[in-house]
């Protein structure tokens, strides 16, 4: 005698105006490793800058606060990285 055909339950898919309400996917990350890279290396150069110039530059006024600002760039950069795919 021959089996029966299982029953399968049709898996739910939510109606098309539910499909439209979600969050913009953005497929592109192209300029993700770029702008990644770039603060980095701005960071970088900010805090080596800061360095050889004793201070005068990039800003005077921040003084020692530069190097914050450069480790903010870095840290800016950590940031971006987590978009990365």
Not at 56 to 69: A, E, Q, Y
Request: hydrophobic share 50%; aromatic share 14%.
């Amino acid at each position: 005698m021959p089996k029966s055909r299982i029953r399968k339950k049709a898996d739910f898919t939510p109606p098309p105006a539910a499909r439209t309400a979600t969050a913009i996917r953005l497929t592109n990350r192209s300029w993700v490793a770029p702008v990644m890279l770039a603060l980095f290396l701005v960071g970088l150069a900010w805090i080596v800058i800061f360095y050889v110039t004793d201070g005068s530059l990039p800003v005077k006024s921040f003084g020692n606060w530069n190097i914050v600002v450069g480790f903010g760039f870095i840290a800016a950069g950590f940031g971006v990285s987590t978009q990365w795919k």
